[in-house]
């Protein structure tokens, strides 16, 4: 990683003088004198991820070496009210109970919520999902007494695709009951701490990548922002429980046992979705994951996929480049949990 030796023992030193880290062992003889293995201590700082969608809000807690160890999802209609944030702020609670050496190690509180976050304020400009305007974290943290922020779902959710995956580049492509994506670029070899928002482009109004917004019919279907055509009516999870009773798990039980309405939907849904990863490779040139509710259930499909987006390839004729995401349900919530630990280590 090009890190010299002086300043990996003094990062070291920075590290055990906090608490953070500790011996853990020794390393077998090359020759020299053996050198010792060192690790982070997990229960050393602690860090939770929020996930709010319309419907459910989902918590996560990870450790120091951003290993989730609590999860849980609470079905509880999204409302823009001092009564739901008495919900969070309970529901919190609840969730940290009794977590081992958790007095005053939490580092903070990501929120991933599905709408444009002004990354300069904090501020979240438009959530359409959530039916809301303009409106302060402060509204919706205001009962939490360690500092919480508020990130995209789809930025959340791709931070732990990225982090994992081998490629430089990736366009995380979130299939939820809406659709957005996140574009991160840049190698990942900082050695200590990676600044993930310098990693994702945003753009100049922080709606970049938003990939639901892409007009692949026009004049098709009326998306729920108002444009006719726009992926998000295609290729959302919707478009495939509304034929399941709203169940995208039934959707793919059926799918499998071989129900020809589910059938033809699939097939017309992996038409359209071609199109939209079509679209995203040939403007980022990068490695596609698909995530999300959909991405969930995509791995057995992905060479089908695969057979159809290489059609529509003006370059390689292949499409090496996609892939099942790693992540499923609780994605978002995790990747804001793991945004606020990157952000303290790179504060030492």
């Known amino acids: 990683m090009n890190i010299s030796r002086p300043t990996v023992l003094q990062a070291v030193r920075t590290l055990e003088n906090k608490g953070l880290a500790e011996e853990d062992g020794k390393f077998q003889s090359d020759g020299g004198r053996r050198a010792k293995a060192v690790r982070c201590i997990p229960n050393a700082k602690y860090a939770v991820g929020i996930d709010i969608t319309k419907n459910h809000v989902s918590l996560v807690v990870t450790d120091f070496t951003e290993k989730p160890i609590r999860q849980i999802r609470i079905a509880h209609p999204f ?143 009326t998306c729920y922002c108002g444009k006719k055509g726009c992926a998000d009516p295609y290729v959302s999870a919707l ?43 040939t403007l980022f040139d990068c490695r596609v994951v698909i995530g999300g509710y959909v991405g969930n259930h995509i791995a057995p499909y992905i060479g089908i996929l695969r057979d159809r987006v290489s059609s529509k390839n003006t370059f390689e004729k292949n499409a090496s480049y996609l892939y099942a995401g790693m992540f499923h349900q609780e994605a978002p919530a995790l990747g804001a949990s793991i945004h606020i630990i990157e952000q303290y280590i790179l504060s030492l």
């Not at 482009?201 to 922080?206: D, K, N, R, S």
Request: charged fraction near 20%; proline fraction near 2%.
């Open 79 to 221: 409302e823009k009210s001092e009564e739901y944030r008495s919900f969070l702020h309970e529901e919190l609670e609840k969730f940290l109970k009794d977590l081992p050496n958790a007095e005053g190690n939490l580092l903070g509180i990501g929120i991933s919520v599905p709408g444009i976050i002004n990354e300069n304020n904090g501020y979240l400009l438009i959530s359409n999902v959530l039916g809301i305007g303009e409106m302060s974290q402060e509204e919706l943290t205001g009962k939490f007494s360690v500092k919480a922020i508020l990130i995209n779902d789809a930025n959340a959710a791709g931070i732990t695709e990225f982090l994992q995956d081998t490629a430089e580049s990736i366009f995380y492509l979130g299939l939820n009951n809406s659709v957005g994506g996140a574009f991160f670029k840049g190698t990942k070899d900082s050695g200590a701490g990676i600044n993930i928002m310098g990693r994702l482009f945003t753009g100049t109004h922080w709606h970049s990548a938003e990939a639901g917004h892409m007009v692949i019919h026009p004049g098709g279907k």
């Open 239 to 281: 478009t495939l429980s509304d034929h399941a009773d709203g169940n995208l798990e039934l959707f793919f039980q059926r799918l499998q046992e071989g129900d020809p309405e589910c059938g033809r939907v699939w097939e017309a849904y992996l038409d359209d979705l071609a199109i939209v990863v079509d679209n995203i490779y």
